[in-house]
T-cell receptor
């Protein structure tokens, strides 16, 4: 069974631009969670989607948004990029809603200049 | 304030030594997971513990969930250079959410 895939793997953007990251969960998994990883803050929860509905949201500004499609694929969008948004963005998928076993993708490394 | 305190943050040991990593909180978790992450990659799930007092073994790795489900430990016996990496504990406060709270991580270096 294929793992979680994320595209693109690397991205360089300029301040003020917007970016869209994509995540395809493991086949059959319906829940997708997104995390931001930085050296200073570690891994922080962004949001979780299940059956196309956002179930939870972390403490991030409204510039961070996401959505999930009927095939469980998910996208996250960051508008008006800031230097501090430079990070590794990780998505994780789970079969159900319990979140006990989350399987992570390789991440998208976003650099904002 | 970090909800999950992980210690130590850095550990550099010789091959063959034993080590323990701790993950502590004042909150009760419905489950706790341990992950290992290599540079430039996503975390890889090692184990999930759900029941207070539960002990799970994965080859030379032993994981324990505290009786009160507020803390956990990871013990590695006879560490090998291949064990080098970032170890992360992550807790789930509620069984109905996919939101994981992560510890700061322990960077382990095992020297040959």
């Amino acid at each position: 069974k294929a793992g979680v895939t994320q595209t693109p793997r690397y991205l360089i953007k300029t301040r003020g631009q917007q970016v869209t990251l994509s995540c395809s969960p493991i086949s059959g998994h319906r829940s997708v969670s997104w995390y931001q990883q930085t050296p200073g803050q570690g891994l922080q929860f962004l949001f979780e989607y299940f059956s196309e509905t956002q179930r939870n949201k972390g403490n991030f500004p409204g510039r961070f948004s996401g959505r999930q499609f009927s095939n469980s694929r998910s996208e996250m969008n960051v508008s008006t990029l800031e230097l501090g948004d430079s990070a590794l963005y990780l998505c994780a998928s789970t079969y159900g809603t319990g979140g006990h076993e989350q399987y992570f993708g390789p991440g998208t490394r976003l650099t904002v200049t | 304030t970090q909800l999950l305190e992980q210690s130590p943050q850095f550990l550099s040991i010789q091959e063959g030594e034993n080590l323990t990593v701790y993950c502590n909180s004042s909150s009760v978790f419905s489950s706790l997971q341990w992950y290992r992450q290599e540079p430039g990659e996503g975390p890889v799930l090692l184990v999930t513990v759900v029941t207070g007092g539960e002990v799970k073994k994965l080859k030379r790795l032993t994981f324990q969930f505290g009786d009160a489900r507020k803390d956990s430990s990871l013990h590695i016996t006879a560490a090998q250079p291949g064990d080098t990496g970032l170890y992360l504990c992550a807790g789930n406060l509620s069984g109905n959410t996919g939101k994981l709270i992560f510890g700061q991580g322990t960077t382990l270096q095992v020297k040959p």
